[in-house]
T-cell receptor, first 111, second 114 residues
Framework: NAGVTQTPKFRVLKTGQSMTLLCAQD?????MYWYRQDPGMGLRLIHY???????AKGEVPDGYNVSRLKKQNFLLGLESAAPSQTSVYFC??????????FGQGTRLTVV | GESVGLHLPTLSVQEGDNSIINCAYS??????FIWYKQESGKGPQFIID???NMDKRQGQRVTVLLNKTVKHLSLQIAATQPGDSAVYFC????WGAGRRALTFGSGTRLQVQP
Protein backbone atom coordinates (compact mmCIF):
# COMPACT_ATOMS: atom_id res chain seq x y z
CA ASN A 1 0.00 0.00 0.00
CA ALA A 2 1.81 3.11 -1.24
CA GLY A 3 -0.44 5.69 0.51
CA VAL A 4 0.34 9.16 -0.85
CA THR A 5 3.00 9.47 -3.55
CA GLN A 6 4.47 12.75 -4.76
CA THR A 7 6.39 13.34 -7.97
CA PRO A 8 9.08 14.69 -8.31
CA LYS A 9 11.01 14.59 -5.03
CA PHE A 10 13.38 17.42 -5.96
CA ARG A 11 13.28 20.16 -8.56
CA VAL A 12 15.21 23.31 -9.40
CA LEU A 13 13.45 25.95 -11.48
CA LYS A 14 14.54 29.25 -12.93
CA THR A 15 12.41 32.30 -12.15
CA GLY A 16 9.51 32.47 -14.57
CA GLN A 17 9.48 28.77 -15.46
CA SER A 18 6.40 26.66 -14.93
CA MET A 19 5.97 23.18 -13.50
CA THR A 20 3.39 20.75 -12.17
CA LEU A 21 3.68 18.67 -9.02
CA LEU A 22 1.77 15.41 -9.06
CA CYS A 23 0.14 13.76 -6.07
CA ALA A 24 -1.44 10.31 -6.17
CA GLN A 25 -3.24 8.45 -3.37
CA ASP A 26 -4.45 4.87 -3.32
CA UNK A 27 -6.65 5.05 -0.20
CA UNK A 28 -9.83 6.13 -2.02
CA UNK A 29 -9.89 9.35 0.00
CA UNK A 30 -12.30 12.12 -0.95
CA UNK A 31 -10.21 14.97 0.44
CA MET A 32 -6.81 16.01 -0.86
CA TYR A 33 -4.57 18.90 0.13
CA TRP A 34 -1.45 20.78 -0.87
CA TYR A 35 0.64 22.39 1.88
CA ARG A 36 3.93 24.23 1.81
CA GLN A 37 6.46 24.12 4.62
CA ASP A 38 8.98 26.87 5.27
CA PRO A 39 11.51 27.10 8.11
CA GLY A 40 9.89 28.01 11.40
CA MET A 41 6.41 28.42 9.90
CA GLY A 42 4.88 24.95 10.08
CA LEU A 43 2.65 23.82 7.24
CA ARG A 44 0.42 26.26 5.41
CA LEU A 45 -2.50 25.22 3.23
CA ILE A 46 -2.26 26.24 -0.43
CA HIS A 47 -5.33 24.61 -2.01
CA TYR A 48 -7.51 21.65 -1.23
CA UNK A 49 -10.21 19.48 -2.79
CA UNK A 50 -13.23 17.83 -1.22
CA UNK A 51 -13.88 15.56 -4.18
CA UNK A 52 -13.23 14.85 -7.83
CA UNK A 53 -13.73 17.95 -9.94
CA UNK A 54 -13.72 20.37 -6.99
CA UNK A 55 -11.00 22.66 -5.67
CA ALA A 56 -10.85 25.46 -3.10
CA LYS A 57 -8.34 28.05 -1.94
CA GLY A 58 -6.44 27.67 1.29
CA GLU A 59 -4.39 30.11 3.31
CA VAL A 60 -1.69 30.91 0.70
CA PRO A 61 -3.12 30.23 -2.80
CA ASP A 62 -1.54 33.08 -4.80
CA GLY A 63 0.78 31.94 -7.58
CA TYR A 64 -0.57 28.37 -7.59
CA ASN A 65 -3.31 26.50 -9.42
CA VAL A 66 -4.68 23.02 -8.85
CA SER A 67 -6.78 20.41 -10.60
CA ARG A 68 -8.57 17.26 -9.42
CA LEU A 69 -9.66 15.55 -12.62
CA LYS A 70 -9.46 12.09 -11.06
CA LYS A 71 -10.26 11.15 -7.48
CA GLN A 72 -6.84 9.66 -6.88
CA ASN A 73 -4.79 12.55 -8.30
CA PHE A 74 -4.29 16.16 -7.22
CA LEU A 75 -2.02 18.38 -9.31
CA LEU A 76 -0.35 21.59 -8.15
CA GLY A 77 0.81 24.00 -10.83
CA LEU A 78 3.15 26.95 -10.74
CA GLU A 79 2.63 29.07 -13.86
CA SER A 80 5.54 31.47 -13.35
CA ALA A 81 7.84 30.42 -10.54
CA ALA A 82 9.25 33.02 -8.14
CA PRO A 83 12.05 32.69 -5.54
CA SER A 84 9.40 33.13 -2.81
CA GLN A 85 7.99 29.77 -3.88
CA THR A 86 11.16 27.98 -2.81
CA SER A 87 9.80 25.58 -0.23
CA VAL A 88 9.01 21.98 0.59
CA TYR A 89 5.59 20.98 -0.75
CA PHE A 90 3.49 18.28 0.84
CA CYS A 91 0.40 16.59 -0.47
CA UNK A 92 -2.03 14.88 1.87
CA UNK A 93 -5.33 13.03 1.72
CA UNK A 94 -8.08 12.14 4.18
CA UNK A 95 -11.55 10.69 4.43
CA UNK A 96 -12.78 14.02 5.78
CA UNK A 97 -13.61 12.36 9.11
CA UNK A 98 -10.13 11.78 10.48
CA UNK A 99 -6.44 12.52 10.12
CA UNK A 100 -4.73 13.55 6.92
CA UNK A 101 -1.96 11.29 5.60
CA PHE A 102 1.02 12.91 3.96
CA GLY A 103 3.39 12.15 1.12
CA GLN A 104 7.16 12.42 1.40
CA GLY A 105 7.34 15.93 0.00
CA THR A 106 8.82 17.77 -2.97
CA ARG A 107 11.73 20.11 -2.37
CA LEU A 108 11.49 22.97 -4.84
CA THR A 109 14.17 25.59 -5.34
CA VAL A 110 13.54 28.62 -7.56
CA VAL A 111 16.67 30.48 -8.59
CA GLY B 1 19.87 18.34 5.00
CA GLU B 2 16.33 19.32 5.91
CA SER B 3 16.05 23.06 6.49
CA VAL B 4 12.64 22.91 8.14
CA GLY B 5 12.69 23.74 11.80
CA LEU B 6 15.77 25.97 12.02
CA HIS B 7 14.05 28.27 14.52
CA LEU B 8 11.86 25.80 16.36
CA PRO B 9 11.64 25.54 20.15
CA THR B 10 13.57 22.50 21.27
CA LEU B 11 12.91 20.01 24.04
CA SER B 12 15.91 17.95 25.06
CA VAL B 13 15.37 14.80 27.16
CA GLN B 14 17.37 11.80 28.30
CA GLU B 15 16.65 8.42 26.79
CA GLY B 16 14.17 6.60 29.00
CA ASP B 17 12.61 9.74 30.44
CA ASN B 18 9.08 10.85 29.70
CA SER B 19 8.58 13.77 27.30
CA ILE B 20 5.81 16.33 27.30
CA ILE B 21 5.27 18.52 24.25
CA ASN B 22 2.80 21.34 24.52
CA CYS B 23 0.62 23.19 22.06
CA ALA B 24 -1.70 26.15 22.49
CA TYR B 25 -4.54 26.75 20.07
CA SER B 26 -6.50 29.93 19.58
CA UNK B 27 -9.89 28.97 18.18
CA UNK B 28 -12.33 27.88 20.88
CA UNK B 29 -14.53 26.32 18.16
CA UNK B 30 -11.84 23.77 17.20
CA UNK B 31 -13.21 20.28 17.80
CA UNK B 32 -10.60 17.93 16.38
CA PHE B 33 -6.90 17.77 17.17
CA ILE B 34 -4.00 15.72 15.85
CA TRP B 35 -0.34 15.22 16.69
CA TYR B 36 2.13 14.55 13.89
CA LYS B 37 5.77 13.49 13.98
CA GLN B 38 8.12 14.66 11.24
CA GLU B 39 11.58 13.18 10.82
CA SER B 40 14.22 14.94 8.77
CA GLY B 41 13.52 14.70 5.05
CA LYS B 42 10.15 13.01 5.50
CA GLY B 43 6.50 13.95 5.50
CA PRO B 44 4.46 14.38 8.70
CA GLN B 45 3.42 11.06 10.22
CA PHE B 46 0.13 10.70 12.13
CA ILE B 47 0.64 9.80 15.80
CA ILE B 48 -2.65 10.25 17.63
CA ASP B 49 -5.83 12.31 17.48
CA UNK B 50 -8.53 13.44 19.88
CA UNK B 51 -11.96 14.98 19.52
CA UNK B 52 -13.26 17.76 21.72
CA ASN B 53 -15.71 15.50 23.55
CA MET B 54 -12.71 13.80 25.17
CA ASP B 55 -9.97 15.14 27.43
CA LYS B 56 -7.52 12.24 27.22
CA ARG B 57 -6.64 9.55 24.75
CA GLN B 58 -3.91 6.93 24.94
CA GLY B 59 -1.97 5.11 22.28
CA GLN B 60 1.15 3.00 22.31
CA ARG B 61 3.59 4.94 24.56
CA VAL B 62 1.77 8.19 23.76
CA THR B 63 -1.00 10.10 25.49
CA VAL B 64 -2.75 13.24 24.30
CA LEU B 65 -4.38 15.56 26.83
CA LEU B 66 -6.86 18.25 25.86
CA ASN B 67 -7.78 21.16 28.11
CA LYS B 68 -10.48 23.13 26.35
CA THR B 69 -10.78 25.65 29.17
CA VAL B 70 -7.32 27.06 28.49
CA LYS B 71 -7.14 25.90 24.85
CA HIS B 72 -4.14 23.67 25.47
CA LEU B 73 -3.07 20.35 23.99
CA SER B 74 -0.18 18.17 25.12
CA LEU B 75 1.55 15.04 23.87
CA GLN B 76 3.18 12.79 26.41
CA ILE B 77 5.71 10.20 25.25
CA ALA B 78 6.61 7.52 27.76
CA ALA B 79 10.12 6.06 27.98
CA THR B 80 11.47 8.29 25.21
CA GLN B 81 13.74 6.53 22.72
CA PRO B 82 16.34 7.88 20.24
CA GLY B 83 13.89 7.06 17.43
CA ASP B 84 11.49 9.62 18.92
CA SER B 85 13.84 12.44 17.94
CA ALA B 86 11.89 14.53 15.42
CA VAL B 87 9.79 17.65 15.04
CA TYR B 88 6.29 17.34 16.50
CA PHE B 89 3.34 19.35 15.21
CA CYS B 90 -0.12 19.80 16.61
CA UNK B 91 -2.96 20.45 14.18
CA UNK B 92 -6.58 21.45 14.67
CA UNK B 93 -9.81 21.57 12.73
CA UNK B 94 -13.42 22.55 13.14
CA TRP B 95 -15.32 19.60 11.65
CA GLY B 96 -18.59 20.86 13.06
CA ALA B 97 -18.37 24.09 11.09
CA GLY B 98 -17.47 22.30 7.88
CA ARG B 99 -13.89 23.46 7.76
CA ARG B 100 -12.24 20.91 5.54
CA ALA B 101 -8.54 21.20 6.32
CA LEU B 102 -6.17 21.12 9.26
CA THR B 103 -4.39 24.18 10.63
CA PHE B 104 -0.90 23.43 11.91
CA GLY B 105 1.13 24.87 14.74
CA SER B 106 4.78 25.79 14.20
CA GLY B 107 6.23 22.66 15.80
CA THR B 108 8.60 21.57 18.59
CA ARG B 109 11.87 19.74 18.05
CA LEU B 110 12.43 16.80 20.40
CA GLN B 111 16.05 15.76 20.93
CA VAL B 112 16.68 12.54 22.79
CA GLN B 113 20.08 12.29 24.46
CA PRO B 114 21.52 8.76 24.84
Amino acid sequence: NAGVTQTPKFRVLKTGQSMTLLCAQDMNHEYMYWYRQDPGMGLRLIHYSVGEGTTAKGEVPDGYNVSRLKKQNFLLGLESAAPSQTSVYFCASSTGQGPAFFGQGTRLTVV
Amino acid sequence: GESVGLHLPTLSVQEGDNSIINCAYSNSASDYFIWYKQESGKGPQFIIDIRSNMDKRQGQRVTVLLNKTVKHLSLQIAATQPGDSAVYFCAENIWGAGRRALTFGSGTRLQVQP
